[in-house]
Structure formats: structure tokens, C-alpha cells
């Protein structure tokens, strides 16, 4: 399991790509993944069961779109600290061939989407680290930092104060919270939506 850290950002996008290509950052690539939360739970019953519960129950439709489109079932193993933030996750996918089939599928076999997320990502590499910049939509700007080959031999508590140091060190504007739940604060903010009432 990798550690990683989310953290939201509060510059504009063209603010937060001229600070890191100022500061040697060199751009990799750019992709949007759209994600389609999946569970057996009804809308009723999510509102009612602990989040990390609704997670461990969960799967992703996932769709990333770059040069070609790719999609793919994702369930996530995660790793929670005490106070309910992942510190480390592994994944397990498979290839599929049609997004819209596969969530018809699951709708029609009583599975509910309880969360759709849609992000823009633009990748940068920066020292050792890539940096993700995610654009998601409703929600705003996070950066992703995922722990490299050299930090191997850390424990997690070092591995993510290196990370949240070294973010940091990036003078971005940027929240308190290293371990931002994108899924939870977009649900959080479905709750009185017509998105989420209709998959009652």
C-alpha cells in the first residue's frame, strides 16, 4: 500500500501551473477521469451507515479518457487511521469494454450510484515527486502526492510529514487538511440534490 496525501488548493489553475513550472516543475501528461460509486445500499440506507462502511461496500465505474478511452471496475482496500482518513490503499481493476453498458447493467440489477466524480488532471513532475492537479467538478482544485521509491523505508507518520512538508514547500494556497475525501465532500454535497434523490 502507497501513502498519499490530498490537499485542496485555493489558487486558480493558471496561478498553480506558473508556480510549479517557476519552480522547475515539468508538465507529463493530462487526462479526466469520471468515477460512478456504485453499491448495493439504497439511498436510504447511505444516509443512515457510517461512510467508511458505505466505502468498504462500494466499487467505481471508472472511465479515464487521454489519447484513447479506457474503462475499468476499481474496487479500493483502504487502510484508515483513527480518525477515519485513508493513510494507504491497494487496488484491484479489470478492463471493460463500454462504460454506459456496464452502469446500465448495474442500475437495472438494483445497484445504486450514490457519487459521480469528474476530474480534469494535469500531471507534473517536480524533483522525484509527481504532482497531480485535479479540477473536480462541483468541488474545485486538489493536489495529489504519492510517496516515491526512496521513502520506502519510512514509517507511514514520517512518509506523510515528508509529503505534507514538501507540499508545503510549494507556496500554493492550500486547506489544513492533508487527507481531503473528494468522494465524501461531493456526497456531502449531493445530499438535498435531484442527482441523489432520484437513486432513492
Known amino acids: 500500500m502507497k501513502t498519499e496525501i490530498t490537499v485542496q488548493l485555493f489558487d486558480n489553475l493558471e496561478t498553480i501551473v ?3 513550472s517557476g519552480q522547475g516543475g515539468s508538465f507529463i501528461e493530462e487526462y479526466r477521469i469520471n ?11 447511505i444516509k443512515m451507515i457510517k461512510y467508511i462502511q458505505l466505502m468498504d461496500k462500494s466499487f467505481i465505474l471508472r472511465e479515464i ?6 474503462a475499468k471496475i476499481v474496487y479500493k482496500n483502504k487502510k484508515l487511521d483513527k480518525n477515519g482518513n485513508v493513510i494507504a ?7 471493460i469494454d463500454d462504460v454506459s453498458k456496464a452502469n446500465e447493467i448495474f442500475l437495472k440489477s438494483g445497484l445504486n450510484c450514490w457519487c459521480e466524480l469528474k ?12 504532482l497531480v492537479i485535479q479540477v473536480v467538478k462541483d468541488l474545485g482544485i486538489f493536489l495529489e502526492c504519492e510517496e ?21 514547500s510549494l507556496n500554493l494556497k492550500m486547506g ?17 440534490t435531484e442527482y441523489t434523490t432520484k437513486n432513492k
Do not use: A, Q
Open 119 to 130: 476530474n480534469h488532471s494535469f500531471v507534473y513532475k517536480l524533483g522525484d515527486f509527481e
Open 176 to 192: 489544513k487538511d492533508f487527507s481531503c475525501k473528494k468522494v465524501y465532500m461531493k456526497y456531502l454535497n449531493n445530499l438535498n
Open 65 to 70: 479518457i487521454d489519447d484513447k478511452t479506457i
Open 18 to 20: 506558473d508556480r510549479l
Open 89 to 95: 490503499e491497494d487496488k484491484l481493476n479489470v478492463n
Open 35 to 45: 468515477d460512478f460509486y456504485f453499491s448495493k445500499f439504497s439511498f436510504e440506507e
Open 148 to 168: 516515491t521509491e526512496n521513502m520506502k523505508d519510512m514509517n507511514y507518520n514520517e512518509k506523510f510529514e515528508f509529503l505534507k512538508n514538501f507540499v508545503c
